[in-house]
């Protein structure tokens, strides 16, 4: 997992239409391994069932 950086950005209130303003914020990204990638993708070792 990495933490990754979002921006401030422009948003909206869905029941008022009121544009709002969303803060910047940190959020936790998941980057698979090489491993489990080409296991996803088919060509590498599976695991044991």
């Keep these: 997992f990495k933490i990754q950086q ?3 950005r422009m948003g ?3 029941r ?3 544009a709002v303003r969303v803060p910047a914020r940190k959020v936790v990204r ?12 088919g060509n590498g070792r599976h ?3």
């Excluded at 998941?30 to 993708?41: D, G, V, Y």
């Design 12 to 14: 909206r209130n869905p």
């Design 6 to 8: 979002r921006a401030a």
């Design 47 to 49: 695991a044991k069932r």
């Design 16 to 18: 008022t239409g009121e």
């Design 30 to 41: 998941f980057s698979p391994s090489a491993t489990l990638s080409a296991s996803l993708k």
